[in-house]
């Protein structure tokens, strides 16, 4: 919680105030004193969320599920914590205090652990790594039968599964920032480190009508003046549930950390529509 407090850039006082606290309970419950309903306060401040845990939409629903998923009854916890049965109890119903949930937990769900935040960038290895990700066959094959056959992929790699006419390689003094785009569908996964200028890029590529349709993939970064003045007025959004599972050098699948989106342009209804049909997710509708 301290850690999730400070990459939040609050220190205790801040937190506090935000949620009608005194400074002292923030200060108890960072040395695991205080109530379970305090903590999850807090916990849902830092939006500190739990995995290894189980479904459910409350911590002492998921509390409840995960025993009886592992079939054991009050009393048996009970003899396994050391807790009391009534102790238990309360906490599946929300209550009790930090102390005797992480007890519970110990016993209960040993592998709980904070679920790795939201970011929206590849977090481990050098910019080049990092950009070296490429996009699946099975989620292309929703782009081919929603959008047609790619024409051009401007930021390629010869690694890369995506199928394109034309595919414009750094590895053979290709740059997709400089040269000339062409034909009728663009394929844009570009290197995530340099987002805005990739879809500047693509934008201006379209513009220009090098390119008639253009389905770019990208994290969900929205919040640029330019993205919402400028790209915005001609892009269809399409907000993926999910994450993709993209493929490293090494051909090993890793999973985005960030959620990721279409950025379409020049796409017609048909497409859009079919597109949806084929995966989970939705168009953003324009007012
Ligand atoms: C995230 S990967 C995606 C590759 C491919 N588009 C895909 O979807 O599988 C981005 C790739 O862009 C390429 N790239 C980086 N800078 C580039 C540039 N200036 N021109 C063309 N390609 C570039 C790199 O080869 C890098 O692997």
């Known amino acids: 919680m301290r850690l999730a407090r400070r990459s939040a850039g609050l220190s205790q006082q801040e937190l506090a105030d935000q949620l009608g606290l005194t400074v002292q309970v923030i200060h ?13 306060m807090v916990m849902a401040a830092l939006e500190f969320r739990l995995s290894g845990l189980g479904p459910g939409t409350t911590l002492a629903e998921r509390l409840r599920r995960v025993r009886e998923k592992r079939g054991l009854s009050l009393e048996e916890l009970s003899r396994r914590t050391g807790l009391s049965r009534t102790t238990i109890a309360g906490l599946e119903r929300g209550g009790g205090t930090v102390k005797s949930l992480q007890r519970l937990l110990a016993v209960l769900a040993p592998k709980v652990r904070r679920q790795a935040p939201e970011r929206s960038y590849w977090g481990k ?3 080049i790594d990092r950009d070296s990700r490429f996009t699946p066959p099975d989620f292309m094959a929703s782009i081919y039968d929603a959008f047609g056959e790619i024409d051009i992929d401007p930021c390629s790699n010869e690694l890369s599964p995506v199928v394109a006419r034309r595919r414009i390689l750094p590895s053979e003094g290709g740059d ?16 995530y480190s340099e987002l805005l200028k990739w879809l500047k890029r693509t934008h201006e590529q379209w513009k220009a009508g090098n390119v008639e349709t253009v389905v770019c ?7 640029s003046p330019w993205f919402q003045q400028v790209l915005s007025v001609d892009a269809d959004l399409f907000l993926l549930q999910g994450r993709v599972r993209f493929l490293d050098p090494r051909g090993k699948g890793q999973h985005t950390p960030f959620s990721l989106m279409l950025v379409a342009l020049g796409t017609s209804p048909e497409q859009r529509k079919r597109y949806a049909e084929l995966v989970s997710g ?3 509708k324009r007012s």
Not at 29 to 40: D, F, K, Q, R, Y
Not at 176 to 191: E, I, Q
Not at 217 to 223: A, C, G, S
């Open 28 to 40: 108890r419950l960072e040395a695991g004193i205080g109530s379970v309903s305090t903590l999850l």
């Open 176 to 191: 997709g920032l400089a040269d000339d785009w062409s034909g009728r569908l663009a394929f844009v996964n570009p290197p």
């Open 125 to 127: 290895g050098d910019k």
């Open 217 to 223: 993939l990208v994290p969900i970064r929205t919040d």
């Open 282 to 284: 939705y168009w953003v």
